[in-house]
């Protein structure tokens, strides 16, 4: 069964920082992998989607990398900024037909201005 | 890109009530659709999809059932809610090959 871990829980940093956020899955044979953004009592908003074959993908200030083979992504987001504030929610599909996600716990992460 | 919508948006219910939430695509066609629960600390859980009309897949056991009665629609139903009902309710869709999933804004459940 496939388990996906993020860690850490929750971050604080500066506004201006540059950070990474991790994400860990157990089972290496994913179809592809999927980085969310999720603001408080909304839904969830997809920020960058890497497919198996792929190593990283980018969106402004946001690179998301892929290495499935050894089970791990990071989220690096540049020049943080207030409005980053959110919980961060990691995700693989298997495939195979339904190409059902599944979601690690989230990194709630906090740019103090 | 698709958007998902869904309503109502928070319901408040008794135990014991019937339950019918909705959950609608635009902006593409024959989607995969999803259900899913976030409760607190526990993370996204999936329900039920569904890769076609009629076509429905269930992972927990529970109390609840989903219908695909058109193709962009998706309905989560109950006949007798639980306290355990509770939760924020998440409809997704995607579409092969590239399968990125899309969310809507979600229906915050209580039962009381």
């Known amino acids: 069964k496939q388990e996906v871990t993020q860690i850490p829980a929750a971050l604080s940093v500066p506004e201006g920082e540059n950070l990474v956020l991790n994400c860990s899955f157990t089972?290496?044979?994913?179809?592809?992998l999927q980085w969310f953004r999720q603001d408080p009592g909304k839904g969830l908003t997809s920020l960058l989607l890497?497919?198996?074959?792929?190593r990283e993908q980018t969106s402004g200030r946001l690179n998301a990398s892929l290495d499935k083979s050894s089970g791990r992504s990071t989220l690096y987001i540049a020049a943080s900024q207030p409005g980053d504030s959110a919980t961060y929610l990691c995700?693989?599909?298997?495939?195979?037909?339904?190409?059902?996600?599944?979601f690690g716990k989230g990194t709630k992460l906090s740019v103090i201005p | 890109s698709q958007t998902i919508h869904q309503w109502p948006a928070t319901l408040v219910q008794p135990v014991g009530s019937p339950l019918s939430l909705e959950c609608t695509v635009e902006?593409?066609?024959?989607?995969?659709l999803y259900w899913y629960r976030q409760a607190a600390g526990r993370g996204l859980q999936l329900l039920f999809y569904?890769?076609?009309?009629?076509?429905i897949s269930s992972e927990v056991p529970q109390n609840l059932s989903a219908s695909r009665p058109q193709d962009r629609q998706f309905i989560l139903s109950s006949k007798k809610l639980l306290l355990s009902d509770s939760g924020f309710y998440l409809c997704?869709?995607?579409?092969?090959?590239?399968?990125?999933?899309?969310f809507g804004p979600g229906t915050r459940l209580t039962v009381l």
């Open positions: 995700a693989v599909s298997l495939g195979a037909g339904s190409y059902q996600l599944t």
């Open positions: 997704a869709s995607s579409r092969v090959p590239y399968n990125e999933q899309f």
């Open positions: 089972d290496s044979a994913i179809y592809n």
């Open positions: 890497i497919q198996s074959s792929q």
């Open positions: 569904s890769v076609g009309i009629g076509q």
């Open positions: 902006g593409t066609s024959n989607p995969n």
